[in-house]
């Protein structure tokens, strides 16, 4: 590792843990530095401890109103999650190998169907037949599927996020369509949570229909989807310079580890970063599952898993907020949603939202994107966003001084981001927004 990298890193305090982890200073799966092996934070360790596998987040017990003006009154909110737990998104090569435990996910119905027709669930099946088996796990689930436990995680979210705004502040009185606007991202599992979210907030929502508003997939900006072929020329760049190439080399030890355990050498998608790794791993901690062990018997140990999350930890920092142009990659990559925020509270300052509350269902890319251009990155180096992650955008009405923006983050207000100005935080979102971005991205 170069000393200009070592420089960098041990500028910023919470790397200094990711490098004690990535070189053997490892404490298991559940600690103060985080926990990836359930949804339940462990008794002893803080309520807001980061937890990968169901973020913290507003909750009646926790939460505090402003204090920088008194009888200011809550008017307006904008809340964008991450969805909760959900199978990998990635396969290795013979990922039917590599899993003791079958992923089952016929434990709550799946439905798909149009209005009009039959009220259609599917069920997801593996036939032992099936030639190209070894490809995926045993059981009923597909990739990247919702889990019951993901639903359940939902239904929580929602029941805590109405403790707040509607038994605390009394500013939600109903779910009904007129106050709440819903948008996902085209995944089922983001859909799924927003019903979760809604049942939480009023189990009576099981039985009824609420719409949830998407955009076309191919231009979709919650993951975001939009071609940015621009955005990925930085993004491309500053992937390719020593403060990214050597954390690569010198982690080529445990790539090499785990290349050999789970057939993933010489493949692409699983040497240029260690999303696929990060992924595959956290959702099996997250469940209870086993790390994955060959049929030589040789296993993934906790203390690689460990490293592969601090390392991850260091990657999403690195593209998203630390890098030279990162800035610029997320306004291109994200300015199409930083936009539909600004038009939000533009809406709102003229009068002319029709909404109390807009409620976002996205992605890890959605939520690390949002914190860096809200400025959460110029406090603190960022995490890979959790399961469940959670961006609150409130505003306050005093009596004199005019309208404030709070931002909560993960169930806690972001000190020296809790009580900006309208206008200006308006006015910040609008700096984030490229001109003329359809031009930016792809002229």
């Known amino acids: 590792m170069t ?27 559940a600690s103060t530095r985080g926990v990836y092996n359930s949804s339940i934070t462990p008794q002893g360790l803080p309520w807001n401890t980061y937890n990968y596998c169901n973020a913290p987040h507003v909750n009646a017990e926790h939460y505090r109103a402003p204090t920088h003006a008194s009888h200011a009154k809550l008017v307006n909110l904008n809340a964008v999650i991450r969805h909760h737990k959900r199978t990998p998104d990635n396969l290795y090569p013979k990922e039917n190998e590599l899993n003791t435990f079958p992923w089952e996910c016929a434990d709550f119905m799946q439905y798909s169907y149009g209005g ?17 088996l070894s ?26 996020f109405w403790s707040v705004y509607h038994h605390e502040l009394g500013f939600l009185t109903s779910v009904n369509e007129r106050d709440i606007f819903i948008r996902t991202s ?28 998407t955009q076309p997939s191919p231009i979709d900006s919650i993951p975001p989807s939009y071609p940015c072929p621009n955005a990925d020329a930085i993004r491309s760049a500053f992937q390719s310079i020593p403060a990214w190439t050597d954390h690569l ?39 209870g599952h086993p790390l994955p062990c060959n049929s030589t018997g040789a296993c993934v140990s906790d203390a690689d898993a460990a ?3 601090a390392i991850g930890d260091f990657e999403y920092n690195y593209i998203w907020n630390a890098a030279e142009n990162a800035t610029a990659y997320s306004q291109l990559d994200f300015g199409v949603f930083m936009l539909e925020l600004a038009q939000n509270f533009k809406l709102f300052r003229s009068g002319e939202d029709p909404y109390k509350l807009r409620f976002y269902v996205g992605h890890d890319g959605t939520m690390i994107r949002l914190a860096a251009l809200l400025g959460l990155g110029k406090l603190g180096p960022l995490r890979w966003p959790a399961l469940g992650s959670e961006i609150i955008l409130e505003v306050w009405e005093t009596e004199k001084e005019g309208h404030f923006v709070r931002i909560i983050h993960e169930g806690t207000p972001v000190q020296g981001l809790d009580w900006q100005p309208l206008d200006a935080f308006i006015h910040a979102l609008e700096e984030q927004i490229p001109a003329d971005i359809f031009a930016r991205c792809t002229g």
């Open 3 to 29: 000393s200009s990298l070592w420089q960098w890193l041990l500028h910023i305090p919470f790397l200094c843990s990711v490098i004690g982890l990535v070189f053997g200073d490892t404490t298991g799966l």
């Open 116 to 132: 009009g027709g039959a009220r259609i669930f599917h069920e997801t099946a593996s036939p032992p037949w099936h030639p190209f």
């Open 135 to 160: 490809q995926i796990w045993n059981g009923t689930c597909d990739e990247g599927q919702l889990t019951k436990g993901g639903l359940e995680d939902a239904i929580r979210h929602g029941q805590d």
């Open 186 to 213: 085209t995944e089922t599992r983001t859909f799924q949570v927003a019903g979760g979210i809604l049942v939480g907030m009023d189990p009576r929502m099981s039985t009824q229909t609420f719409p949830v508003t």
């Open 249 to 287: 080399e010198a982690n080529a030890d445990l790539k090499a580890r785990l290349d050999s355990t789970l057939g993933t050498a010489g493949l692409d998608a699983w040497a240029s970063w260690y999303d696929h790794f990060f992924d595959t791993f956290s959702s099996r901690t997250c469940h």
């Open 307 to 309: 490293k592969v999350f």
